[in-house]
């Protein structure tokens, strides 16, 4: 970033809105119209480095130099290449960063996928654990007596949830607020966790990313990620005209959880 920071003050240094373009010494910034200005400059820096700094994450290649002195030129209406030219370049170079994007998404899901298929071999010699039919892993951590969730009903729910590594990417008790949703808008792993457990239960449920969002990346949930959660059913409620929607927007992680990818 310090190359990019760099070039960023020299474009804020350099750039005259007169017709000649010459660099100038720093001055202190006194009126408004100069801060101002210094700021529409500021922001600007920022956002080129940004970007510069996003592509070379992505391994593309670019020379700073000539990014500044595209901009000189095009604040002096002297460009090199023609607005034709510009377009076709920026495509060209936008097809090469989606590439690059694919390729890492790619990559990043396999490596889910291998610890993930490693993590439910493992913790499906727990003897704690069931595993159903369709690969959901459930443990028992305490086991309600109340009334078990149908397909359409309204469940009020606590529950914290994280990755095979241990890293948490949600927890309700943290926001001191459960959610309460439709059963059948969330995820297949909890559409049939929770249809395995009394009002009072709480169960770890580890869920294959198959029954959870596959190949989708999902707030800070990566492509085929296995997910593992402790979830406390608190209440359960028939449908009716108070639960349509119910649960989405007060969720964690701008609704995470109520989203099934098969619906």
Request: with cysteine.
């Amino acid at each position: 970033m310090n190359t990019f920071k760099k070039n960023a003050l020299a474009i804020a240094s350099c750039l005259s809105l007169s017709v000649s373009v010459q660099c100038f010494a720093s001055s202190e910034l006194v009126t408004d119209v100069e801060k101002e200005s210094y700021s529409i400059g500021a922001s600007f820096g920022h956002y080129i480095s940004s970007q510069l700094y996003g592509q070379t994450q992505l391994g593309a290649e670019i020379d700073v130099d000539i990014v500044v002195e595209g901009v000189l030129d095009a604040m002096k209406d002297e460009s090199k290449l023609t607005d034709e030219d510009i377009v076709t370049y920026l495509n060209q170079r936008a097809e090469l960063l989606n590439l690059a994007r694919e390729a890492e998404v790619a990559k990043v899901a396999a490596a889910n996928l291998a610890a993930g298929q490693k993590y439910l071999s493992d913790n499906r010699n727990n003897d704690d654990v069931t595993v159903t039919d369709s690969g959901l892993q459930y443990e028992v951590i305490t086991m309600g007596d109340g009334e078990i969730p149908k397909d359409n009903d309204v469940v009020t729910v606590h529950y914290k949830g994280y990755l095979v590594d241990g890293t948490e990417f949600d927890n309700s008790y943290k926001r001191d607020e459960p959610n309460r949703f439709s059963l059948i808008t969330v995820i297949e792993g909890w559409q049939e966790g929770l249809k395995l457990m009394p009002i009072g239960s709480t169960f770890k449920l580890t869920i294959p990313a198959k029954l959870a969002y596959g190949e989708r990346t999902v707030g800070p949930v990566a492509p085929n990620s296995t997910l593992i959660f402790e979830v406390e059913l608190v209440k359960v409620e028939a449908p009716g005209e108070n639960s349509h929607g119910m649960g989405l927007s007060g969720m964690g992680m701008g609704g995470m959880m109520g989203s099934n990818p098969h619906q």
